[in-house]
């Protein structure tokens, strides 16, 4: 699979993730990977963070959007 | 944060009593001066019968289920000792967060009676008792501890299984919890009260109190009761599922 920025930028690179959200493929240059975190727990637990975190790829156009609200 | 957490309890045990015995403490000021029609009729279904006791348990129902939707997160939303008390006897919850929240439980259900005589005037205490509950005409102390624990050991199975349960579906917990304490109140509101909760009975015991009504010689019916069929639930749900 090719970077679908960068094919329309006229290149042709390899991809080496799959945005989460739109399923585009990225090169390193057009990701954002993020940690996010991971809360468990509802009624009758308060709800706790978890220690560790998850990865989330995303693209540079899904990022922006998420980062507009 | 444990202080956030109590926090938490406060303002949901304030929910609860505030709409829940306060339904209770207005619909004995409608129905006051009302022709009553037998002794075990104490006003709450003198206008309504039974729809007297399910609008009472509808308005427990939906404070219950708003405060599980919107706090259930931050503290778990307990908002009763007995809840608190059956979770730590599984093992289900920290034994050094059980006094904390018991505290703030027992003060949220203090503030919401006292607000409550503010807003309606003394005619809530003296006339609707701030919806305090204690056992009806012709039923006696153990009777009345028997009914309690009765009802909450069936809210406390469902917590066990709506909820506590892993393979629970989720999302469910507000309504099915709310709705199971409506109905728990339509049945036995006309025996005791139906309290379920040793906090929702001290905070208008409170502010009965400083009315110049003393019922305090019932109050151990709402703490033996409920917390011996909260326990028990808790136990036979944990054994049954195990």
């Given amino acids: 699979m090719k970077c679908y920025i960068c094919k329309q930028l006229g290149k042709d690179t390899d991809a080496v993730a799959i945005c989460i959200v739109c399923g585009m493929g990225v090169c390193m240059e057009h990701l954002v990977r993020e940690e996010i975190e991971v809360w468990k727990g509802d009624y009758p637990f308060p709800a706790k963070k978890l220690k560790k975190k998850i990865p989330r790829i995303l693209c540079v156009t899904c990022y922006e959007a998420y980062q507009e609200g | 944060m444990l202080l956030k957490r109590c926090l938490a309890e406060v303002v949901g045990?304030?929910?609860?009593?505030?709409?829940?015995?306060?339904?209770?403490?207005?619909?004995?000021?409608?129905?006051?001066?009302?022709?009553?029609?037998?002794?075990?009729?104490?006003?709450?279904?003198?206008?309504?019968?039974?729809?007297?006791?399910?609008?009472?348990?509808?308005?427990?129902?939906?404070?219950i289920a708003a405060v599980i939707y919107s706090l259930g997160r931050v503290s778990g939303a307990h908002i009763n000792p007995a809840v608190t008390i059956a979770l730590w006897s599984i093992g289900k919850f920290p034994a050094k967060d059980v006094v904390?929240?018991?505290?703030?439980?027992?003060?949220?259900?203090?503030?919401?009676?006292?607000?409550?005589?503010?807003?309606?005037?003394?005619?809530?205490?003296?006339?609707?008792?701030?919806?305090?509950?204690?056992?009806?005409?012709?039923?006696?102390?153990?009777?009345?501890?028997?009914?309690e624990a009765i009802g909450t050991f069936l809210l406390m199975l469902v917590i066990m299984g709506i909820a506590v349960d892993e393979r629970a579906p989720p999302g469910f917990a507000g309504l099915i919890i709310g709705l199971t304490v409506g109905g728990i109140i339509t049945t036995i509101g006309n025996i005791t009260g139906s309290s379920l909760n040793p906090a929702r009975t001290f905070g208008p015991y409170v502010g009965d109190s400083l009315m110049g009504i003393d019922l305090w010689f019932y109050f151990p019916i709402y703490v033996v009761g409920p917390i011996i069929g909260a326990v028990f639930a808790a136990w036979l749900y944990k054994y049954l599922s195990s």
Wanted: charge should be neutral.
């Fill in chain 2, 100 to 147: 904390p929240y018991i505290v703030a439980q027992l003060i949220g259900a203090t503030l919401a009676s006292l607000s409550f005589l503010a807003c309606v005037g003394p005619n809530a205490a003296l006339i609707g008792g701030l919806g305090a509950t204690a056992p009806f005409p012709g039923i006696s102390y153990g009777q009345a501890i028997l009914t």
């Fill in chain 2, 13 to 63: 045990t304030y929910i609860l009593v505030f709409f829940g015995a306060g339904s209770a403490a207005i619909n004995l000021m409608i129905a006051h001066g009302a022709a009553k029609p037998n002794p075990f009729n104490i006003g709450i279904g003198t206008l309504g019968g039974l729809g007297d006791w399910l609008a009472i348990g509808m308005a427990f129902a939906i404070a």
